[in-house]
């Protein structure tokens, strides 16, 4: 059974920095990469990047330039760097197992981590 665990979380002040992580347990043969959304009170769940095994990544416009994805496959662990923090980032974060700008494409999901970010 493929598990996936959001960490990093928190309120931050606007302009400041986190790092999510997400921990992945399980076989996930198959998968072409990991993604990472997110969801605002009152909004449908947005992508937010995503990268596929290759290393390729695709950031939203929004967040292009101030947030990074990386894996380490040695920990089975995703990050995403976020930096340059705006309220309009407040949302539930959430990693899956995917790759694609579509919530569809993405088979196993976590839990999410609440960022909020004050103004």
């Known amino acids: 059974q493929v598990q996936l665990v959001e960490s990093g979380g928190g309120l931050v002040q606007a302009g400041g920095s986190l790092r999510l992580s997400c921990t992945i347990s399980?076989?996930?043969?198959?998968?072409?990469?990991m993604g990472w959304f997110r969801q605002a009170p009152g909004k449908e769940r947005e992508f937010v990047v995503s990268i596929w095994n290759g290393g390729s990544t695709d950031y939203a416009d929004s967040v292009k330039g101030r947030f990074t994805i990386s894996r380490d496959n040695a920990k089975n662990t995703v990050y995403l760097q976020m930096n340059s923090l705006k309220p309009e980032d407040t949302a539930v974060y959430f990693c899956?197992?995917?790759?694609?700008?579509?919530?569809?494409?993405?088979?196993?999901w976590g839990q999410g981590t609440q960022v909020t970010v004050s103004s």
């Open positions: 399980g076989r996930t043969i198959g998968s072409p990469g």
């Open positions: 899956a197992v995917g790759v694609g700008r579509s919530s569809g494409w993405y088979r196993y």
